[in-house]
């Protein structure tokens, strides 16, 4: 009986001892799970403090592409801008240069005119002194000049001087173009280069304003040298200029060379200025001489620059 109550207390005790070590287990459970509960908190409000950072960053991200679209949009406005400054500027330039060259050919108009005038003096006082002579001396004079004719036709054959086409001096005008193109390369410019229709061009006006009896930067019916590039000989130019010159002669011998005409346009600052012009880029020549009544050889020169 004894041994039955020890064993059953021994139990008991056993059973005390299990319950506690199951009530400090379940205690030991609680505080972690409360651990685990609070650092679970503790995440989850840095979750939600990180979203708030990221929405807010969002958010300046937005404003500061908003800045930048406003800043190229502003960009592009100031781009515009200066395209259209620049392309108003560019025909600014053109005008000017539009102007300078309308300015350079007339002031080459009145030079002409000045000296037209200055021959047309010359003509009168020569006219005046014919008129007092008898009609024998005027007969015989025109016998002379008949006879001067044909020696100075012999003169210029043995000189070289070399006539080709009718009336035209085609060295001269050759020597015309080199002259003037020496001159640009002194200069660092571009050459001209010889142009067939300008040829043409340049000569048509030499012999009309032989044939015509004038000296003037303008058409025999009024219009403007330029209509010469637009009807007669039609050509697409975007800016052309003229020099203009004449010499008169008693012998072929002493006609006037290339480099002559060349150094009477040298000395002038308006005809000085066609040659050197660095927009010019095409060039012509023609020089047509004639042999009046009274024997004396009358040679105009005429040179035509255009831009193509």
């Known amino acids: 009986m004894k041994k039955f109550l020890s064993l059953i207390l021994a139990a008991m005790m056993m059973l005390c001892s299990c319950s506690c070590g199951k009530e400090d287990e379940l205690a030991q459970l609680q505080l972690n799970e409360s651990a685990l509960e609070s650092e679970n908190n503790n995440l989850t409000d840095a979750l939600i403090e990180a979203k708030i950072t990221i929405l807010q960053q969002s958010d300046e991200l937005d404003e500061a592409n908003a800045v930048i679209e406003k800043q190229t949009a502003e960009l592009d406005e100031a781009n515009a801008v200066i395209e259209k400054q620049t392309a108003q500027l560019e025909q600014s330039e053109q005008k000017i240069a539009e102007l300078t060259l309308a300015l350079s050919n007339a002031e080459q108009i009145i030079t002409e005119k000045n000296n037209k005038i200055a021959q047309l003096e010359q003509s009168n006082a020569k006219n005046t002194a014919n008129s007092n002579r008898t009609q024998t001396s005027n007969s015989s004079k025109q016998q002379a000049s008949s006879s001067n004719t044909t020696s100075n036709n012999s003169d210029a054959q ?4 070399k006539l080709t086409g009718k009336h035209f001096l085609s060295d001269v005008e050759q020597d015309i173009v080199d002259e003037i193109n020496k001159l640009r390369r002194s200069k660092g ?28 930067h303008e058409r025999p019916n009024g219009d403007s040298w330029e209509t010469i590039l637009t009807e007669d000989v039609p050509m697409n130019v975007s800016g052309c200029g003229e020099n203009l010159a004449f010499a008169k002669s008693d012998s072929m011998v002493r006609h006037q060379t290339g480099e002559e005409w060349f150094e009477q346009w040298e000395s002038s600052p308006s005809h000085y200025e066609n040659m050197v012009r660095p927009q010019f880029t095409h060039i012509g020549v023609g020089v047509y001489y004639a042999v009046d009544e009274d024997g004396e050889y009358h040679s105009y020169a005429t040179t035509v620059f255009a831009i193509l």
């Not at 067939?196 to 000569?203: F, G, S, T, V, Y």
């Open 158 to 161: 043995s000189s070289g001087m």
């Open 189 to 216: 410019l571009n050459k001209l280069i010889y142009n067939e229709n300008l040829e043409k061009a340049a000569r048509i006006r030499s012999k009309e304003m032989y044939v015509n009896g004038y000296f003037e």
